[in-house]
């Protein structure tokens, strides 16, 4: 069973940019969330996405935005990049939401913003 | 408060050796919990999760949660060089109608040969 795929895994960006970051869950997973991770705040939730909606949202601007479509897939899109925007972007996909549901995460996308 | 903690600076231990690792939490109603390892460069990946009281052993892997005192603990016996990793404790918050999970910001493990 294939995990959870991010795209692409590299990317470096110039300020002022806008970049759009993909995500494939699992196989029969419904559920997609974003996060940023950097080393000085950890992982910060961005949002959620189930049955092509958002669902939660984290405390991030607006230039942060996401959307899901039918077959699950989701995208995430920065737009009006800042220096501060460089960080490890990591999907998790879950096959429901709810509490006792497990999240698996892909293996990132590294911004680099210059 | 924070949602979530890992105080505990980089943790040290000898090959064969147990690792302990502590993580509080903030949200009372939080019900489920879990734990990641991340190894360096790359993403988090899910060894344990628990949702009762109690201990749950998986492996060489043991999480331990007490609700009362909103605390979840990992366990790591048998410590092999190929478990030193950052290791995130997470929990799954309820605000505003919706759940998520909070991270901590992660404990790091060196098991030295």
């Known amino acids: 069973k294939a995990g959870v795929t991010q795209t692409p895994r590299y990317l470096i960006k110039t300020r002022g940019q806008q970049v759009t970051l993909s995500c494939s869950p699992i196989?029969?997973?419904?559920?997609v969330s974003w996060y940023q991770q950097t080393p000085g705040q950890g992982l910060q939730f961005l949002f959620e996405y189930f049955s092509e909606t958002q669902r939660n949202k984290g405390n991030f601007p607006g230039r942060f935005s996401g959307r899901q479509f039918s077959n699950s897939r989701s995208e995430m899109n920065v737009s009006t990049l800042e220096l501060g925007d460089s960080a490890l972007y990591l999907c998790?996909?879950?096959?429901?939401?709810?509490?006792?549901?497990?999240?698996?995460f892909g293996q990132g996308t590294r911004l680099t913003v210059v | 408060q924070k949602e979530v903690e890992q105080n505990s600076g980089p943790l040290s231990v000898p090959e064969g050796a147990i690792a302990s690792l502590n993580c509080t939490y903030s949200d009372r109603g939080s019900q489920s919990f879990f734990w990641y390892r991340q190894y360096s460069g790359k993403s988090p990946e899910l060894i344990m999760f628990?949702?009762?009281?109690g201990d749950k052993e998986d492996g060489r892997f043991t999480a331990q949660l007490n609700k009362a005192s909103q605390y979840v603990s990992l366990l790591i016996r048998d410590s092999q060089p190929s478990d030193s990793a950052t290791y995130l404790c997470a929990v799954n918050v309820y605000a505003y109608g919706n759940n998520r999970l909070a991270f901590g910001k992660g404990n790091q493990v060196v098991v030295i040969p």
């Open positions: 196989s029969g997973h419904r559920s």
């Open positions: 998790a996909s879950s096959w429901n939401r709810g509490m006792n549901t497990e999240a698996f």
């Open positions: 628990i949702y009762s009281n």
